[in-house]
Nanobody, 115 residues
Framework: QVQLVESGGGLVQPGGSLTLSCVVS????????VGWYRQAPGKEREFVAR???????DYADSVKDRFTISRDGARNTVYLRMRNLKLDDTAVYFC?????????WGQGIQVTASS
């Protein structure tokens, strides 16, 4: 059973920074991609960023130029560096991995941008 465990969330003032980590229980290069989604209260879950096995990086337009996804293969960990956080970034962030049609999710971690 693949497990994804997120950490690094919390409360930050608008304009601040946070880095999320996702530790995967298997070799992250076994997956087509590993990335992040988020779900704000009353809204649907939305794509944030992903990194493919070939190291292609994709971002949602709303976070481009503010968020950076990276990985450490030796630690089977994917990071999401979030800068200049805005009120609208407040959400539960979920780590996601996929291999072909199989999708795996973490339990989610809260990120709150508030003054």
């Amino acid at each position: 059973q693949v497990q994804l465990v997120e950490s690094g969330g919390g409360l930050v003032q608008p304009g601040g920074s946070l880095t999320l980590s996702c530790v995967v229980s298997e070799n992250i290069f076994n997956f087509n991609s590993v990335g992040w989604y988020r779900q704000a209260p009353g809204k649907e879950r939305e794509f944030v960023a992903r990194i493919t096995a070939e190291e292609t990086k994709d971002y949602a337009d709303s976070v481009k130029d503010r968020f950076t996804i990276s990985r450490d293969g030796a630690r089977n960990t994917v990071y999401l560096r979030m800068r200049n956080l805005k009120l609208d970034d407040t959400a539960v962030y979920f780590c996601h991995a996929n291999y072909m049609a199989r999708h795996y999710w973490g339990q989610g971690i809260q990120v709150t941008a508030s003054s």
